[in-house]
């Protein structure tokens, strides 16, 4: 399986982007898919899931509010729409795929890196103040 992830660029704070992220190679549909970044020397963390039919989800709280995934499963891609861009926000975007289409009923497991098997290279988001 692999995962290209586009989308990243620069964009004032209160901007907009989104990301996608094309999936080739195994059964699409069979994949959770998820979002995760790593801002300057931190931890890369958690952004969001979705699931294989794309009717359940989970975010970050802080980007809840703000962020939606989704998926489309006859493009073979995922989307990660940002609105309301804070400089909190600038990281390396990665996206993430684990093989079985049901999000873990675990909060612990579904925000973990070790969840995921898959991943593409990340893009850059720079959100200027």
């Known amino acids: 399986v692999q995962l290209q992830a586009s989308g990243g660029g620069l964009v004032q704070a209160g901007g907009s982007l989104r990301l996608s992220c094309a999936v080739s190679?195994?059964?699409?549909?069979?994949?959770?898919l998820a979002w995760f970044r790593q801002a300057p020397g931190k931890e890369r963390e958690f952004v969001a899931t979705?699931?294989?039919?794309?009717?359940?989800?989970d975010y970050l709280v802080s980007v809840k509010r703000r962020f939606a995934i989704s998926r489309d499963n006859s493009k073979n891609t995922m989307y990660l729409q940002m609105n309301t861009l804070e400089p909190e926000d600038t990281a390396v975007y990665y996206c993430?795929?684990?093989?079985?289409?049901?999000?873990?009923?675990?909060?612990?497991?579904?925000?973990?890196?070790?969840?995921?098997?898959?991943w593409g290279q990340g893009t850059l988001v720079t959100v200027s103040s």
């Open positions: 190679g195994g059964t699409f549909n069979s994949y959770t």
């Open positions: 979705i699931s294989g039919t794309g009717k359940s989800s």
């Open positions: 993430a795929a684990k093989s079985s289409p049901v999000l873990s009923p675990s909060m612990r497991q579904r925000h973990s890196r070790n969840e995921y098997t898959y």
